[in-house]
């Protein structure tokens, strides 16, 4: 786990959220974080090698871009998790893929250009596995805003 | 308020290709896609701000590695609400800071629960006492906290 100072901190929760639209980014930034441009490119470079910074960039959201996601939770035998887990990740179109304590072990996210797809991938997953899935899309949004508050 | 009716162009698609990956850490981080697009980069910002303000993309921002910087316990809530209970118990339950996500999804027959909510925080004690907290203000009982215990795959969504 990397160290952060209170910069850093500011910094992460400002990104999230508030990161300004404009030419130059960073320089707006700075001039709100107190430091100068330098310093702020350095640290994020930092962060970003440390793994606490993925990427900055848009977060699509699909099902207005013309697509279609669901969630699936898939039964997986102990033995064969790791074999499985890299048979889902071979999909391009599996976004999130986790490991859980439950029978339902292997939950994972799908998004797809349509309808049709979606359920050919989700076929394709349950042939190439053999194990049993539900399929989860979502049917009311009541909310959708990761953001981490950085203490 | 966004309008459903305006659709993406061809450039905003090439724009959102060009900055699905991130954009770099520099003075100028807009000018190498300005270049490749054509257009200026007040053009290329001014576009980011109408994609966002038309709904394609939710935010322009950091995905942030949350489990780099310690907040390494993320729960999945699930919980069985009763159907004519979802819409009053959905609204209590994205109330709560901890709750980053809630959505309700279907029920089947060897899985009841059908509102399920992230939380995420610093330890998994934390997040027991989130979902007690939930539990409490929604009177809803009968729930799972699903932990994960290994992260196979996550890249945002994209195009």
Redesign the interface.
Known sequence: MIQLDDIDKNILNLIQLDFPLDVHPFEKMSFQLGISEEELLERMDRLKEEGAVRRIGPVINTKRVGGISTLVALKAPGSKIDEIAELINQHQEVSHNYLRQADYNIWFTVSAANKERLEQIINDLQEETGCPLIDLPTKRLFKIGVKFDVK | M?NDNVV?DEADTRL?KL?????P??????AMISEELGMT??EV?HR??Q??K??????????????????TA?A?CTWNVPDER??EV??V??GF?E????????R?P??PYNL?TMV?S?TRKDCEYVAQEISRATGITDY?L??????????????
């Open positions: 966004s993406m959102l900055t699905q990956d991130g954009i850490f520099v003075h100028s981080p807009f980069e007040e910002v980011i701000e994609l966002q038309n709904g394609f993309i939710r935010r322009f921002g950091a995905s942030i590695g949350h489990r780099a910087i310690g907040i993320n999945m979802v819409e959905g609204a339950m994205a800071t709750v980053t996500h809630c959505y309700e999804r279907p089947y060897d899985w399920f995420h610093y799972k699903l932990y994960s215990v290994r992260e196979f795959k996550k890249t945002g969504v994209r195009l």
